[in-house]
């Protein structure tokens, strides 16, 4: 996944424009953007979308409210056993938050007949300042964990800043440091580490650059707000004809020379971390459709 754009799971015509976005997966919200005085519809309507033929289109992942709060239960009674691609975990405060959830999801694929694992769990992992220092507990918590990304709208509030960007547009120190410390919590546990999302969504030239600096770093997605996000995300996400030809090029020749561990390319001296580096842009290139050479 490059892209995962969040929807308001009480607007079905938000919905049915953001299926046609082009996002690669779609983030059906129960929690913030529904009032709690509409989370009974918004379940309802989120169902329906689950259970709807679709021969194609972008995974369904379903963000559920907290697990200390009242509305966890009633959400996944709704969903699970319409087999949502994932279940994305707000508030999520370390690796015991995810063995919890992963217990109740075990529960419901019983129940709905799934099988074990079907529903996996994206973490959102920094949205107070207490699970900032958890951030190394998410290894080896579940099988189910797909992916941690990070939240800083609630942890500035959680913090009592009164902004999370500084003058110049990007984000303050501690932002800075949720960020990083979430791609090495997301590193350490094998799973996919997305960015979050880009508020100002008119401004499509600064999330290209913000969205470029994410995938420089490692991050391997991004969420968005606004369906006018998602081609930027996906572009900047896609490989490049030219990086794939060159990461190609850098697994075919340690391929052909197994015994060395450094070889020049073009000039460059590699070795067997660049490997990696290449089989990554290649495994992204194959997720988005692309011919490898």
């Not at 951030?135 to 964990?145: E, I, M, Y």
């Not at 900047?236 to 020749?253: D, G, H, Q, Y």
Request: aromatic share 4%; net charge negative.
């Amino acid at each position: 996944m490059r892209s995962l754009l969040f929807v308001p799971g009480d607007q079905p015509a938000k919905i049915e424009k953001a299926l046609t976005s082009g996002a690669d997966a779609l983030i059906l919200d129960l929690e913030d953007s529904v009032s709690p005085s509409r989370r009974a519809e918004a379940r309802e309507i989120v169902a329906d979308v689950l259970v709807r033929p679709r021969a194609s289109g972008p995974a369904l992942i379903v963000r559920v409210n907290p697990l200390d709060g009242p509305d966890i239960d009633k959400d996944l009674a709704a969903v699970c056993a319409k087999h949502p691609s994932a279940i994305m975990l707000p508030k999520a405060s370390g690796g015991g938050d995810v063995i919890h959830l992963a217990t109740k999801l075990a529960a419901s694929e019983a129940i709905g007949d799934l099988p074990d694992g079907a529903i996996g769990i994206i973490a959102i992992a920094t949205e107070t300042a207490a699970s900032i220092f958890r951030l190394g507990t998410f290894v080896g918590a579940s099988h189910r964990l797909r992916g941690m990304t990070w939240g800083a709208e609630d942890l500035s509030a959680d913090i009592g800043a009164e902004t999370n960007r500084d003058e110049t547009g990007g984000f303050a120190g501690p932002y800075r440091i949720a960020r990083d410390l979430l791609l090495l919590g997301a590193a350490a546990a094998d799973v996919a580490a997305i960015d979050t999302v880009y508020t100002a969504y008119r401004d499509l030239e600064g999330l290209r650059i913000e969205a470029e600096r994410a995938r420089r770093d490692g991050f391997s997605a991004k969420m968005a707000i606004h369906p006018a996000q998602v081609d930027v995300i996906n572009k900047v996400f896609t490989p490049t004809p030219e990086a794939v030809l060159r990461a190609s090029k850098i697994v075919a020749a340690f391929a052909q020379n197994p015994g060395l561990g450094v070889i020049g390319i073009d000039g460059e001296m590699l070795d067997r971390p660049h490997v990696r580096r290449a089989e990554r842009v290649l495994a992204r290139a194959r997720a988005a459709g692309l011919a490898i050479p």
